[in-house]
């Protein structure tokens, strides 16, 4: 089976190319700032041999522009914008699909609700929450869409609504995980995948924003369905009391391990937090 090369962190490359994403819209407010930033980001992971560009929406919501005093309409732009800045890299590298971000209801809350699933927002919230950016994503001429770093079944059955509500979409859905069974809420992720299997919609199901060494069991509990998706952190840790990253994966011991989630039965792999365009050569070159 080929193996997809997906993108690494956005944000990370964003931040090393000198924007500063303090701020809760992350890497969204560059979509009115500095969006030739975002253009060469992707640019620089094509380069680096990335198969996928995944869009700046991850935290482009209706509600988190409103806060910034955007009306609808300037929001519905930035939200095509981040597909259109994507899809502009990938036809200058000459290959490559766009994912539009899908980022769960936790990164608008911008709390860190996204590691933990603890919402107090039901099923029925959720889905009218995500429904708005969701139209315009689906319309805005992605190849697929990516639903990710979803922390909580609730969410996932969310999801798995809408989608169901618009045919012509395909999407993967990628979990975040706080060990090698359970989503960040405790649910097990074989439930969260059950809601999905069979859906030809679904080009792949796995997780992100996960810590490395739980990607093994995970794959293991997701083989035999469909195409699984891995593009977990960098294996620093995020010390939430001292806001400060600890620990290291170099890009090497990256790619060294990208060959492992192959083997382990994942098609599509990349990376996410802290992860860097060097990452993506490393598995880029370690599974060609």
Known sequence: MTTLVLDGGLATRLERLGADLSDDLWSARLLLEEPGLIRRAHADYFAAGADVATTASYQATFPGFARRGLDAAEAGRLM?????????????????????????????????AEYTGDYGL???GLYAWHLPRW?????????????ETIPS?????????????????????????????????????????ALFGGNPQVVAVGV???????????????SGGLPVVVYPNSGETWDA??????????????????????????????GCCRTTPEHIRQIRAHLS
Do not use: M
């Open 135 to 147: 139209e315009v994503l689906a319309e805005a001429g992605a190849d697929l869409l990516a639903c």
């Open 153 to 193: 079944y609730p969410e996932a059955r969310a999801l798995a609504r809408l989608l169901a509500a618009t045919p012509g979409v395909k999407a993967w859905i990628s979990f975040s995980c706080r060990d090698d069974e359970r989503l960040n809420d405790g649910s097990p992720i074989v439930e969260a995948a």
């Open 208 to 222: 992100n924003c996960t810590a490395p060494r739980h990607i093994p069991g995970l794959i293991a509990r997701l």
């Open 122 to 124: 039901d099923e029925d």
């Open 80 to 112: 095509r914008l981040s597909v259109e800045l994507a899809g502009q890299a990938r036809d200058e590298a000459g290959r490559g699909l766009v994912a539009a971000s899908v980022g769960p209801y936790g990164a608008y809350l911008a709390n860190g």
């Open 241 to 270: 009391a001292a806001r400060r990253w600890t620990g290291l994966t170099e890009p090497g011991e990256y790619g060294e391990a990208a060959e492992e989630w192959r083997r382990a039965g994942a098609s599509l792999i990349g």
